[in-house]
């Protein structure tokens, strides 16, 4: 039995160093699971996060209330983090689409309203000593509309960069420390902060991490082919997750 992996227009989106793939589709959400597409980094759903029609197949629907996911840290040093989301109401300040690693002590995370880059959509970094660095994208949230965001770190090369729809808002020749500098006890969100911060109201879709940054190329193509689409024939979902695994 052959089973193809394909997007809208026939490419995959880069499978090469994918180390985590929440696509949100059915099966994948069940109960207080969220299901690694590769099987290996499974995540809890706390609160009453609902799967429906995304932008792709199914969307995870955060309440901004209880809502929120959680995963096991992953120990990077070069990665790429990148998501579909939407706001069904006014995002607050500070507020997060993902929020990894410690907070304070060393984190990554984007939000949809940052309070130091003028409430735009943008990423931060805080790292250990207390320092922090904040990108901005120039842009607001609107509500109702669908974003596509990437946050790359090329920790030894080109810094960290911000793409919004495919286009690099903000780069920083940033190279100070990264995930596997920070140890154990990260914790690592969707739509949750690491600090007292709101909830995410809104919906997120299609979250991928890579190992490594990707290139400018590569995320407009993510962006738009986002997703792979499986053609299977009475094919068992591990079976499926084998096969993607055999792509990376």
């Known amino acids: 039995m052959v089973t193809t992996f394909s997007a809208v227009d026939g490419r995959p989106v880069i499978p090469k160093d994918l180390v985590l793939y929440w696509s ?3 099966p994948t959400v069940k109960g207080k699971a969220a299901k690694d597409i590769l099987g290996t980094r499974d995540g809890r759903l706390e609160g009453n996060p609902k799967a429906s ?13 209880s809502d929120f996911a959680t995963m096991d840290q992953i120990d990077l040093g070069d990665f790429t983090v990148e998501a579909w989301f939407k706001a069904l109401s006014a995002p607050g300040t500070w507020s997060r ?36 660095v904040d990108f901005g994208s120039g842009e607001k949230t609107k509500v109702g509309t669908w974003y596509h965001v990437a946050l790359s770190f090329d920790k030894d090369g080109e810094g960290i960069k911000l793409y919004l729809n495919a286009e690099m808002k903000k780069h920083e020749k940033f ?23 709101p909830l995410f109201p809104g919906v997120i879709d299609e979250l991928r991490i890579y190992s490594r940054a990707l290139s400018d190329k590569e995320i407009k193509q993510n962006m738009e082919e986002a997703g792979l689409s499986v053609t299977a024939s009475n094919q068992k979902l591990v079976e499926i997750w084998g096969n993607l695994k055999a792509l990376k």
């Open 53 to 65: 029609a995304g932008k792709f197949g199914q969307r995870l629907e955060f309440d901004g209330k």
């Open 97 to 132: 689409v993902f929020d990894f690693g410690k907070g304070g002590p060393g984190d990554f995370f984007v939000t949809p309203n940052h309070g130091r880059t003028g409430n735009d959509i943008a990423g931060g970094c805080h790292f250990s000593g207390g320092g922090r």
């Open 175 to 197: 190279n100070k420390e990264s995930f596997e500098d920070w140890g154990e006890g990260q914790n690592w969100y969707l739509a949750k902060a690491n600090w007292g911060d």
């Open 24 to 26: 949100f589709d059915n």
